[in-house]
């Protein structure tokens, strides 16, 4: 219910306000003068500036402190291949939150194509704007080589925030999770559900920061390499995973497992599966808008945290924690590309911000409106950039 009536809010205030941001001008054009300073003749000096020095964009324009959040449509929150057009909330709302939480100007672009090459080219082109690039909800497998081709290309900033930032997210939750319940990353089993860009993201992201006993399942079950169904980039996931090679359905899959990231649909695990996980399971129920189970279920079979993506309880595991610091670092240390070393750095100084006194199981993750999030994770990646 309490879903509901937030959707229909959402919806009534959408079509009140007509699109959540807007441009303004940095400086009040008040007389001619001020028109000539601003455009011509006086910006010719500008143009010619730049033209002599490129760098120069970043003193006399607004590309310092811009950044594009692009997609195409094809993997809206849960929603799915819903197009273009209908993705244009969601790119608005990530701008809106760039700006509240970063200061940083975000402009939304969709892109009325899904063929790689195509979608590689436009941004290209587009790229001499921004000072960075956010793709956003766009499917895999096409994401990664989408990411990938952009970041070879290109001299600014590239990232995936399906993937990386909510790698990033639950992977500082679960740091301070596994700290609360006495358990290392090391020695953790842990299940991620969902075999698409954000599950592949993480997985990959754990074992980074040192997990070694991981288990992927997508709709099918535990991921075997042998599934002809399976894309090259799943393949190769079932291989770096399921080191005792496990057979089975999720309830499988789960049995003994330490923690549940989910990345999937909602309602896919039940009590019972729970109920068949170690003393002082962690679940992190991050399908959106409908959790794979409710923290009410979870913690009734036995689960000691949870976490999911929704905002309406404790411990919400979202990527809006990691992209506005993350690009205000990258902006500011102008750097080239946003590498392993710096995802890192940002997870654990997300992670820093909770405290050991204040480490509690319904306070693992600080909320996205700690003025420190921002602070702490820009300054990682400056550190990182040295």
């Given at each position: ?12 205030l959408h079509?009140?306000?007509?699109g ?7 400086y009040?054009i008040?007389?001619?003068k001020?028109?000539?300073l601003?455009?011509t003749?006086?910006v010719?000096s ?17 590309k310092?402190?811009t950044?594009?959040?692009i997609s195409?449509?094809?993997a ?10 209908a993705?244009?909330p969601?790119m608005?709302?990530k ?10 100007d975000a ?6 194509t899904?063929?790689v090459?195509e979608?590689v080219?436009t941004v290209s082109?587009l ?8 793709l ?8 990664f ?5 952009l ?7 590239v990232?995936?925030?399906?993937q990386h930032?909510t790698a ?6 679960l740091l ?12 953790a089993?842990i ?11 993480i997985?990959?992201?754990l074992k980074?920061?040192?997990?070694k ?22 393949i190769?996931?079932?291989h ?7 057979k089975?359905?999720?309830k499988?899959a789960l049995?003994d497992?330490d923690a ?10 039940s009590k019972d599966?729970v ?8 679940i ?12 009410e279920?979870?913690?009734e079979a ?6 999911a993506?929704?905002s ?9 924690l990691?992209?506005p610091?993350?690009f205000k670092?990258?902006?500011?240390a102008r750097?080239?590309?946003i ?6 750095a ?19 993750i ?8 921002t602070?702490a994770?820009?300054?990682a990646?400056?550190d990182?950039?040295?």
């Amino acid at each position: 219910m309490i879903i509901i009536n937030i959707m229909k809010e959402s919806l009534a205030l959408h079509r009140k306000i007509k699109g959540k941001i807007s441009i303004r001008c940095n400086y009040e054009i008040r007389d001619k003068k001020d028109l000539a300073l601003l455009y011509t003749p006086g910006v010719a000096s500008s143009c010619l500036e730049i033209k002599d020095h490129p760098e120069a964009a970043y003193e006399l324009t607004s590309k310092h402190n811009t950044v594009a959040v692009i997609s195409d449509g094809t993997a809206v929150l849960g929603l799915g291949d819903i197009g273009p057009l209908a993705a244009i909330p969601v790119m608005e709302g990530k701008c809106a939150i760039f700006k509240r939480f970063a200061g940083i100007d975000a402009i939304p672009i969709v892109l009325n194509t899904k063929d790689v090459d195509e979608i590689v080219k436009t941004v290209s082109y587009l790229a001499p704007s921004f000072g960075g690039i956010n793709l956003e909800d766009i499917s895999a497998p096409r994401c990664f080589e989408i990411e990938a081709r952009l970041k070879e290309m290109l001299d600014i900033p590239v990232f995936h925030d399906d993937q990386h930032g909510t790698a990033i997210a639950s992977g500082a939750a679960l740091l301070n999770a596994l700290k609360l319940v006495g358990k290392t990353l090391e020695n953790a089993r842990i299940v991620i559900n969902g075999a698409g860009s954000a599950g592949m993201a993480i997985t990959t992201f754990l074992k980074e920061l040192g997990a070694k006993d991981l288990i992927v399942c997508d709709k099918a079950g535990i991921l075997d390499p042998e599934d002809k169904n399976l894309n090259p980039s799943q393949i190769e996931l079932a291989h770096m995973t399921n080191y005792r090679n496990l057979k089975g359905d999720l309830k499988a899959a789960l049995k003994d497992a330490d923690a549940f990231i989910g990345v999937s649909a909602g309602n896919v695990v039940s009590k019972d599966m729970v109920a068949g996980m170690a003393k002082d399971a962690i679940i992190f129920a991050m399908a959106n808008p409908t959790p794979e189970i409710n923290r009410e279920d979870a913690i009734e079979a036995g689960a000691r945290v949870y976490g999911a993506g929704i905002s309406n309880i404790p411990n919400q595991i979202n990527n809006a924690l990691v992209f506005p610091g993350l690009f205000k670092g990258a902006l500011k240390a102008r750097v080239r590309q946003i590498d392993m070393e710096m995802k890192i750095a940002a997870c654990k100084a997300l992670a820093g911000i909770v405290s050991d006194a204040e480490l509690n199981e319904a306070y693992i993750i600080p909320d996205v409106f700690n003025e420190e999030v921002t602070k702490a994770i820009s300054q990682a990646i400056i550190d990182q950039k040295g």
